[in-house]
């Protein structure tokens, strides 16, 4: 299979990293004394900072503004992972972060996916060669976007933290309890902001928020699979129209990270308009983080379903 041309994008960048990434390295532990840890992507990196507070640094494998589904690590970044205090990652989802934690031998892994039951991706509307040509399984990965799961990862973080800090275990169960706090209270909003509305099936420009629709009794309708590289066939264009058309959709959203051009082309085709509804699995804002981008995402989503 031909090397996508984001990847190919990714690659350039993190070929400079080495002589940044080698240099922060220390044997056990940040150069400051603070804990080191290394995430895979921003909603980890987000739960690492969030519970370790200043008693850690936290670095991401994945570059601020990447899309993270596919990708590549420098070997400095490898290095990095075998000389880590603590790896959060999830498997199954970056093949390129699994293969190295698998050859490394970081001295503690945090495995989100260990923390809560994926569900099975749906692959209903590929083709059999769409579906042997994309990287991911058969479980969906998003479920960062069901807030109610997060807690479960939080805990985890907080007391491998313990493990490797134990003087820093009141720090870090106290910013455990506040983080998930913040999660059961989103959790509530969206659940009350989802309530009451007049429709309930929003299209995505592909499948990241099945967590989210399970969660709170939504339909939704990927005019991609779970990969978001995955280029949809002109049957599987045919049947969101149809569906838009049926189910009174007035919105097609698309992503940040990804190029809305399928989504905004059909929108125009339908008459119908666009919106970004971010699947939180990078910053394209720096100002922004995991909570800002979820109350947006409910706005986003309360002004297309119409909900009172």
Known sequence: ????????????????????????????????????VMASFYPLQFVAEQVGGDRVTVRSLTPPGAEPHDVELSPAQVSRIDGADLVVYLSGFQAAVDDAVAQTSPAHVVDAASDTTLRPADHEDESEEEHAEHEHGDLDPHFWLDPSRMPSVVEDVAATLTEIDPDGAEAFAANAAALSQRFEDLDATYAAGLQQCDVRTFVTSHEAFGYLADRYDLEQVGISGIDPEAEPSPARLAAVETIVRDEDVSTIFFESLVSPKVAET???????????????????DPDADYFSIATANL????????CS
């Open 1 to 36: 299979m031909s090397i996508a041309p984001r990847r190919l994008a990714l690659l350039a960048p993190l070929a400079a990293l080495p002589l940044v990434l080698t240099g922060c390295a220390s044997a056990s532990g940040a150069d400051d004394g603070t804990v080191d």
């Open 266 to 284: 059909l929108a125009d085709d339908l008459g119908i308009t666009t919106a970004v509804l971010d699947p939180v699995e990078g910053l394209a």
């Open 299 to 306: 706005e986003a989503l309360r002004m297309a379903l119409s």
